[in-house]
């Protein structure tokens, strides 16, 4: 058997447990000789057996148990395409022979290539020659063109989870402070009306699912590929908290004290 090695840049891990996971599950994969995911540096190397087993499979797997492979867009302006059979043929060499491209649409108008790529696995270099040897050209990037693709996706994966850990903040501090301070009295009686409680959904439900949604996200993926990790156990006690609060604030609301006045 002559093994084919792949180092796939991987995204949405948040701790040792996640790079566990991906690992247990391209280790199952028929055709998958060896596995080996790095949390630090957020990469898979995957040592496989190219005839029983392919990169896209490979993708389709880190997708499914939860997580994102880096993918960045390139544009390619094309030379030589005469009729639109010549685009046709250059997004075709493009989708089917570069390896490493998940994506490429050539227009003919613009006598551009559009392509999505994994960084690491392919160069501009690569789908450059490949459209060569079709018989077609590339006009030459200006220094300075290019950009770090991995790190710029990188760099939106972090923007993300700065922008809802802001959310998270704005919500959720006003919503602490109400809490513990009608909880230790140091609010008067009005802070128990039905109505407090109501700002404190309208305050919980954003962060329930906005900011954590990627939690329901990773729990989702990681039971339908039997196994838990702390997407899990975050979701899971977040909602029965959530859903308990919801319960108790629309009974309060009609005056019934079954469920008691205490909401989380």
């Not at 948040?14 to 690992?23: F, L, M, V």
């Not at 949390?39 to 995957?46: C, F, G, L, P």
Request: proline content about 3%; overall charge negative; some cysteine.
């Amino acid at each position: 058997m002559s093994e084919k090695q792949l180092t796939i840049p991987v995204t949405g891990m948040h701790c040792a447990n996640c790079s566990s996971t991906i690992e247990r599950n391209l280790k199952k994969m028929d055709g998958v000789a060896d596995t080996v995911v790095n949390y630090a540096t957020e990469k898979a190397t995957i040592t496989f057996d190219p005839t029983a087993l392919n990169m896209d499979a490979i993708i389709h797997k880190i997708e499914d148990v939860g997580y994102g492979v880096a993918t960045a867009k390139i544009e390619l302006p094309i030379t030589g395409m005469t009729c639109a059979n010549c685009a046709a043929t250059v997004e075709r060499t493009l989708n089917k022979k570069v390896p490493g491209v998940k994506a490429a649409v050539v227009n003919y108008a613009t006598e551009k290539a559009t392509v999505e790529y994994i960084p690491g696995l392919v160069s501009r270099a690569d789908m450059v020659a490949a459209i060569e040897r079709a018989g077609y050209g590339v006009v030459e990037a200006a220094e300075g063109d290019l950009e770090d693709a991995e790190q710029a996706a990188r760099d939106a994966e972090i923007a993300d989870q700065t922008r809802k850990f802001w959310v998270g903040v704005a919500f959720a501090l006003p919503l602490f402070l109400l809490s513990m301070a009608r909880d230790f009295g140091i609010l008067g009686a009005w802070s128990h009306a039905p109505w407090v409680n109501w700002v404190m959904f309208a305050l919980a439900t954003p962060v329930q699912f906005y900011v954590a949604w990627d939690y329901y996200v990773g729990s989702y993926h990681a039971l339908r590929n039997g196994s838990a990790n702390m997407d899990v156990l975050v979701a899971m006690g977040s909602s029965v908290a959530y859903v308990y609060s919801i319960v108790v604030t629309i009974m309060l609301t009609f005056g019934s004290l079954a469920a008691g006045e205490h909401v989380y």
